[in-house]
C-alpha cells in the first residue's frame, strides 16, 4: 500500500520553528516514526512552500498512491485551488495540523483543506500523524 504524506509552507524547518508550538521533532522524525510503526506502508514524502507544487503532487497521487496524509500549514486558511485538488482525486485524504488550529488566531479557523479530506486530526502534535496513518489504513482497505 503507498500513501503520500504532503507538508506545506514552512513545515521544512519543524524541529526549529515555534518549537512551543509545534514541538521539536522534525519532518525527518515523523517519517521515521511513521516508517518504524507501519513498516507495511510505503510511504513518500513531499514538503514544499509552493501552492503549485502540493497541488500537482495531489493530482499525481491519484495514479500512484492509495491514500494521501496531507499538513498543509497555512495554506488550509487560504488555498481554495489546494482543496479543489483534493476533492478532485479519488483517494482517501486526512489533514493532520500539529497545533490546534481552533485555539490559535482566528483566521486560522478556516479550514479549506481540511474540510475537502476525509477528516482532520488537529492539535495532537506529532502523535496525530500515526493516528492519521492508521485511519487512512482503515479507509483504504477493502
Same mark, same amino acid.
Given at each position: 500500500?503507498?500513501?503520500?504524506?504532503? =507538508?506545506?509552507? @514552512?513545515? %521544512?524547518? &519543524?524541529?526549529?520553528?515555534?518549537?512551543?508550538?509545534?514541538?521539536?521533532?522534525?519532518?525527518?522524525?515523523?517519517?521515521?516514526? #511513521?516508517?518504524?510503526? *507501519?513498516?507495511?506502508?510505503?510511504?513518500?514524502? *513531499?514538503? $514544499? %512552500?509552493?501552492? /503549485?507544487?502540493?497541488?500537482?503532487?495531489? =493530482?499525481?497521487?491519484?495514479?500512484? *498512491?492509495?491514500? #494521501? #496524509?496531507?499538513? +498543509?500549514?497555512?495554506? $488550509? =486558511?487560504?488555498?481554495?485551488?489546494? !482543496?479543489?485538488?483534493?476533492?478532485?482525486? @479519488?483517494?482517501?485524504?486526512?489533514?493532520? /495540523?500539529? $497545533?490546534?488550529?481552533?485555539?490559535?488566531?482566528?483566521?486560522? =479557523?478556516?479550514? *479549506?483543506?481540511?474540510? !475537502?479530506?476525509?477528516?482532520?486530526?488537529?492539535? &495532537?502534535?506529532?502523535?496525530?500523524?500515526?493516528?492519521?496513518?492508521?485511519?487512512?489504513?482503515? &479507509?483504504?482497505? +477493502?
Amino acid at each position: 500500500m503507498k500513501v503520500l504524506l504532503l =507538508h506545506g509552507p @514552512n513545515l %521544512n524547518l &519543524l524541529g526549529e520553528r515555534q518549537e512551543s508550538v509545534y514541538g521539536s521533532c522534525s519532518s525527518q522524525d515523523i517519517i521515521n516514526r #511513521l516508517n518504524s510503526e *507501519f513498516p507495511q506502508i510505503d510511504l513518500q514524502y *513531499f514538503q $514544499s %512552500n509552493n501552492e /503549485h507544487e502540493l497541488i500537482e503532487k495531489v =493530482h499525481a497521487a491519484r495514479n500512484e *498512491f492509495q491514500g #494521501l #496524509l496531507i499538513n +498543509p500549514g497555512a495554506f $488550509s =486558511h487560504t488555498s481554495i485551488a489546494l !482543496a479543489d485538488a483534493i476533492r478532485s482525486i @479519488n483517494i482517501p485524504s486526512i489533514c493532520i /495540523h500539529i $497545533s490546534n488550529i481552533y485555539q490559535r488566531e482566528d483566521f486560522r =479557523h478556516s479550514d *479549506f483543506v481540511g474540510a !475537502a479530506c476525509k477528516g482532520s486530526i488537529v492539535g &495532537l502534535g506529532v502523535d496525530g500523524y500515526p493516528m492519521a496513518l492508521e485511519c487512512l489504513i482503515d &479507509l483504504i482497505k +477493502p
